[in-house]
Structures are given as C-alpha cells and as structure tokens.
C-alpha cells in the first residue's frame, strides 16, 4: 500500500453479509453495491489521477506561486465527476454500511499508508516545518506562515497517522 491508497480506503465499506458498499459522497450521497474488480478499477484510476494532479500542482505552483493553490478545487471537480459517472450504472442499496468512527477512518488511512510510508512522510513534512519555521524568521511575512502553519499540520497530522500504523504493526 502507499500513500495515495489511504483516500480510497474512506470510499469504501464492507456489508455485514460480505458486499463491497461504495460510499462516494458520504452518507447522504448514497450508497451502491459494487464489485471488487470495479472498486479495483476505480482505486487504479484515482491513485492514477491523484499523482497527475500532485504533480499539477507542483507546476502551477513553480509558475505561478501560491496563487496557483486557487486551482485546486478546478482540479478535484474531475475526481468528482468520475465518482458520479461511475455510480450511474451502479445498485443502490438501502443497506447502510456499518457505521465508523473519525478514529476508525484515520486508522483506515495509516493503515492503507504503512509505516514505511509514513516515516519518509514525517521526516519530509518536518523539515519543510522546519524550512518555513527559518522563513518567519529571516523573512516574516504571509508565505512563510502559510509554509509553517501547513507543514506544522502535515507533521502533526502524520505522525499521529505514524503512531496509529506503529500500534496496529502495520
């Protein structure tokens, strides 16, 4: 597993009876009964799809700055979509998945990440923390304290993600 598995791994639910129950658009959004050779399909092409917008992402930003993150919904509406699209010829089903908890998804995620992941993860997040922790320092001013704030909530979110996937053993 890796990292760009642990978003589909909040996708999909398992039905006390054994069916792959597909949740796209939260609870309210529905939920359709799908085969695992479809959710695979599905997995393939969102991990697919987020690589080529991270590394949109990286471009626009080279080229145009921060101003380039205004972009980012434009670049998830397509995901979106996808998710739609492949739902239409989906079953709906009344039954609803067995509820989970915050906890239980965040663990889903560490898990579908793994440790190995995650430490380059940690380590790669806290010294960008680090880097714009320096920029407040030598140069105050909004971008170093968008850069300290979102890579201080990166390392911390990750190293919680680390510490769940390290009790689990995974």
Known sequence: MGLLDAPSASLFRHA???????????????????????????VAWQRRYLLATF??????VQLWQLRALWGVPVLLAPLYAKYWHFTRT????????????????FAAHASAAGTRVLIPVVIGSAALFAVGI????????????????????CTIVNGAQLWVARRRGR
Do not use: K, N
């Open 134 to 153: 320096w920029m407040c320092v030598t140069q105050p001013g909004r971008d170093a304290y968008l850069v300290a704030g979102f890579f201080g909530l």
């Open 16 to 42: 006390p009876d054994g069916r792959t129950l597909f949740q796209p658009f939260g609870r309210r959004g529905g939920t359709f009964v799908v085969s695992p050779e479809r959710a695979a399909h599905l």
């Open 90 to 105: 989906l079953p709906r089903t009344d039954d609803e998945p067995v509820p989970v908890s915050r906890r239980e998804v």
């Open 55 to 60: 590394v949109a992402v990286i471009v626009a």
